[in-house]
């Protein structure tokens, strides 16, 4: 689906000259962070869509279930995250439809997402998100992400957007690899509220999935509790530095 | 010298059917030489979620560094690439795999992008599968790298954003390398590096490995299987320290924190009991930085 | 008159002199010999049985499937040539599969009831194709509508039914739905009375070759969500029909 002007694709005429196909982000959401557990994994996200500094959708959700041992959570642009849910509920519906007793595994859910958003980038024409996909099957957590340009790894912990550089280090030290669900929500409810506090694209309303032998479970959208009267706050980070610079 | 810098294989040159916006890309990838941009608007290009209606439009390549080397010795190969996944100033994750086993006497192992290295490893497995299935055998090393050049060029117009060298034994069992660029030109070679750190290893292994810049020339002695996997460990250890986009050892030749930084893959004798080595001795690993790339491969890529 | 061998029925293209498309017709007569195929609307949901006729003792249990599902809330079986209805299978799925694309809902069954038909009519229409040899019976559960029952005849035509049969049965079978009040009932107490009618009352055990029961539904009980009945409920329901159909035979002895 091509929304908004972020999209522009010549006409066909010879006039015109060669086909252009460009596309930049106009309404994006922010981080998406992700820890594989021993018991599970856990996916959160902010529920903001900005439109350059507007926050334009305040309460969004930008985790989507996938299967009932997958979800996917993406920051990027909107309107490509919708389009990329129709499709991998297109093609889980097809699954339904085959009837054969089979389901696709999140590593398969991930891999197939991976060449959507590498072909589409080959035609110049990418779904310009970070995905994030957690799923849990046979005893085992994966968690894995990929972006516009095709990009894919799994890993234990993950973090798109300004998370990559304010919350993976976070995520790297707390991370353990017998880190349980419960813990690794409470973790994750921590680095939101600091991506809240720096981000300016991040909002203090959030939403945390994860997927354990039950089945994915996302929370309603909560507010952080949020803390405004540290000193450094208050006073800024020079308070009490007499030094001239 | 970076291979798409080579005369030819800059952005004038496209057919104009390709767009300015292609022609762009290619262009900035030229100048840019396979290596990530550090300043400017492309230091962070990707991840940068906040650019918002500012940001620039759509660039399909990415840098994510990474280096492989490949030495070949009498009757071994000894192929190696580190497992950063680079992205601007940030690390997205300590952990993929850059090599890939192709058959018992071949290894590839690709520095560049990771979406195109993911593509290319995948296409060429099918390939040698289908190989395997017409032919009743295993593609001989010379084979894979034509494969290899040919499947680069099919792409001459959008190329695959990667640096390869492939490894190996050839059918009289003698160790062979290859160095490509990233449209197909290649050489067949005893030792190559490629990737962000081919400046800083390329030159130690042609004083180390070919005898280059001996005083007054004198042949060097021919490395031991052993003698090779010391000398690449401490090469990627010493580019590790000072190229940002490689990760090395740390002084003790540990790998830093909790995650394996280097990554080998052996290709050994094609009569595996001339050596004392077998590929399960380095899966175990001598050194805990040492390790098979097939688990890897395997819990990455499939 | 002109019936068979005076050249009118060599294509859908000529319309007989009193009418008629024969090869429209004869198409019927391909559904008429398939295995009776049962649909019921109930208070709670749609169910669907059909015999299916076993062709060979090897063949896997469950293989060569007469009841296809189409969405999530949807689902279709064949009577006729089944291979015949695997392509209306296909397009049904396409066309649902559109619609929840553009409108970002469930496809309501009436729609695609009529959209299934307009394809099926097609192949009644051009000389270079030949009208599908099968009937196929269509069932959805929407939010708005409810359950529905359709059934798509080769002509293209569609009705909408509380009750249905086709295939070699179906006389008797529509004879043995019209006493019973489905709309009453739950699927799951039909299951029983379906099963009933096609092993008690359509099929001669003595005569017809072996055949397996295969069922779908879609109904509160399955949440709404097109699924085969599971076999345990029909496994349950040919036992119990298997041991009627005997007593009654000791009966007339």
Not at chain 2, 52 to 62: H, I, L
Not at chain 2, 111 to 126: F, P, S
Not at chain 2, 212 to 236: I, R
Not at chain 3, 56 to 71: E, F, N, P, Q
Request: glycine share 10%; charged share 25%.
């Amino acid at each position: 689906m091509k929304i908004g002007g972020g999209h522009v694709r010549g006409g066909g005429g010879a006039a015109d000259g060669p086909v252009k196909v460009t596309q930049t982000p106009y309404v994006v959401g922010s981080s998406v962070l992700g820890v594989k557990c021993i018991d599970g994994v856990v996916i959160s996200s902010d529920t903001l869509a900005s439109y350059g500094s507007m926050a334009k959708f305040r309460k969004i959700s930008r985790i989507h279930k996938v299967s009932d041992a997958c979800v996917i959570g993406a920051g990027g642009e909107f309107s490509d995250f919708q389009e990329i849910k129709k499709t991998m509920d297109g093609v889980m519906i097809e699954q339904f439809c085959m009837d054969d007793g089979y389901v696709l595994t999140p590593s398969a859910i991930h891999q197939y997402l991976v060449r959507v958003m590498y072909g589409r980038r080959n035609k110049m024409d990418p779904l310009w998100n970070q995905v994030v996909m957690a799923g849990f099957h046979d005893g085992k957590a994966t968690l894995g992400m990929v972006d516009q340009v095709g990009s894919n790894f799994e890993s234990e912990v993950i973090a798109t957007g300004y998370g990559l550089y304010m919350g993976l280090p976070l995520l790297r030290n707390a991370y353990r690899p017998d880190i349980t669900v419960a813990e690794a929500k409470k973790l994750l409810e921590d680095i939101m509220r600091v991506l809240f506090y720096r981000d300016a694209r991040t909002s203090n309303s959030i939403q945390i999935a994860a997927v354990t032998k039950d089945g994915v479970e996302i929370s309603e959208f909560y507010d952080l509790e949020t803390k405004w009267d540290y000193q450094r706050f208050v006073d800024g980070a020079r308070s009490g530095d007499v030094s001239t610079w | 010298m970076d291979p798409l810098l080579r005369p030819g294989h800059n952005a004038p040159h496209l057919p104009a059917a390709m767009g300015p916006g292609y022609a762009d890309v290619f262009d900035r990838l030229s100048r840019q030489g396979g290596r990530v941009e550090t300043t400017g608007t492309n230091a962070l290009p990707t991840f940068d979620a906040h650019a918002g209606a500012k940001q620039a439009s759509f660039q399909p390549y990415q840098n994510n560094g990474g280096s492989v080397v490949a030495v070949a010795g009498k009757d071994f190969c000894v192929v190696a690439s580190d497992t950063r996944f680079g992205l601007g100033f940030a690390v997205p994750t300590r952990m993929i795999s850059r090599n890939l086993v192709l058959n018992d006497k071949v290894v590839l192992a690709t520095a560049g992008m990771q979406a195109d290295t993911c593509t290319l490893h995948k296409v060429l497995r099918i390939r040698l599968d289908m190989y395997r299935q017409n032919h009743g055998k295993d593609m001989s090393l010379g084979a894979v790298s034509q494969l290899l050049s040919n499947t680069l060029y099919y792409k001459r117009f959008f190329p695959y954003y990667t640096f390869n060298v492939l490894g190996g034994v050839d059918e009289n069992g003698e160790g062979f390398c290859y160095g490509y660029d990233a449209i197909g030109s290649h050489e067949k070679v005893k030792v190559v590096c490629t990737g962000s750190s081919q400046s800083l290893i390329q030159p130690v292994l042609d004083n180390q490995v070919d005898g280059k810049q001996m005083y007054d020339g004198q042949p060097v002695a021919e490395l031991s299987l052993e003698q090779t996997v010391e000398l690449v460990k401490d090469c990627f250890s010493s580019a590790g320290e000072r190229d940002i986009y490689t990760v090395g050892l740390d002084g003790r030749g540990q790998p830093p924190l909790y995650v394996k930084i280097l990554k080998l893959a052996f290709v050994l004798t094609s009569h595996p009991l001339r050596s004392k080595y077998t590929r399960s001795h380095f899966i175990q690993g001598q050194s805990p930085a040492v390790r098979d790339s097939q688990t890897t491969t395997d819990t990455y890529f499939t | 008159m002109s019936g068979i061998g005076t050249g009118y029925d060599l294509s859908t293209t000529t319309f007989s002199p009193d009418g008629r498309v024969f090869q429209v017709e004869y198409s019927s007569k391909a559904v008429e010999n398939s295995g009776t195929l049962v649909g019921v609307r109930c208070k709670d949901g749609v169910v669907m049985a059909i015999e299916k006729i076993v062709t060979s003792k090897m063949m896997v249990k469950g293989s060569c499937r007469r009841c296809h599902i189409v969405d999530l809330h949807a689902g279709l079986s064949v009577a006729g040539m089944g291979a015949d209805g695997r392509v209306i299978v296909d397009r049904a799925r396409q066309e649902a599969a559109q619609y929840r694309s553009i409108y970002g809902i469930e496809i309501p069954g009436r729609v695609l009831a009529e959209r299934i038909a307009s394809f099926v009519h097609m192949y009644s229409l051009y000389w270079f194709v030949r009208p599908f040899g099968c009937a196929v019976m269509f069932g959805s559960y929407s939010e708005e509508e409810g359950p529905q029952l359709y059934v798509i005849e080769p002509s293209g035509i569609v009705y909408r039914y509380f009750a249905y049969a086709l295939g070699k049965g179906k006389q008797i079978a529509k004879t043995e739905l019209e006493k019973i009040k489905f709309d009453e009932i739950t699927c799951r107490e039909a299951i029983k009375e379906l099963t009933n009618i096609i092993v008690g009352k359509c099929r001669d055990e003595s005569r017809d070759k072996a055949f397996e029961l295969e069922m779908l539904w879609i109904c509160d009980e399955s949440l709404r969500k097109c699924q085969l009945v599971p076999s345990a409920l029909v496994d349950e329901a040919l036992e119990l029909a298997k041991a009627a159909a005997e007593s009654d035979d000791e009966d007339m002895e």
